[in-house]
Nanobody, 122 residues
Framework: QVQLVESGGGSVQAGGSLKLSCVAS????????LGWFRQAPGKEREFVAY????????SYTEVAKGRFTISRDNFKNTVYLEMNGLKPEDTATYYC???????????????WGRGTQVTISS
């Protein structure tokens, strides 16, 4: 069982930066792939990035490449999403999730946080 709690969201102007954090409870944190997803109003939840259990493999959606960086600290049971060059279209609720698989699909993630709101103004 893994419980996830996101933080770090907020409102910034276009071009700004935010760093999201997700703290997990549970002793098996280091065995899970951790992913970040986002959901804008009226849209489906979409993949943003994931990082494997060891932290040496990452994957990003095209819109995140070059702007977002996912990282993890297994000693702190925390995964991060650093976001730079933010755009209004990045506005969404951001969720972290845990999976035993390497996947970009929501269906393979068993544990989810409640999300943190990110709002980018133009």
């Amino acid at each position: 069982q893994v419980q996830l709690v996101e933080s770090g969201g907020g409102s910034v102007q276009a071009g700004g930066s935010l760093k999201l954090s997700c703290v997990a409870s549970g002793r098996t944190f280091s065995t899970y792939t951790l992913g970040w997803f986002r959901q804008a109003p009226g849209k489906e939840r979409e993949f943003v990035a994931y990082i494997n259990s060891k932290g040496d493999m990452t994957s990003y959606t095209e819109v995140a490449k070059g702007r977002f960086t996912i990282s993890r600290d297994n000693f702190k049971n925390t995964v991060y999403l650093e976001m730079n060059g933010l755009k209004p279209e990045d506005t969404a609720t951001y969720y972290c999730a845990a999976s035993v698989f390497l996947s970009t699909s929501t269906r393979w993630y068993d544990y989810w946080g409640r999300g943190t709101q990110v709002t980018i103004s133009s």
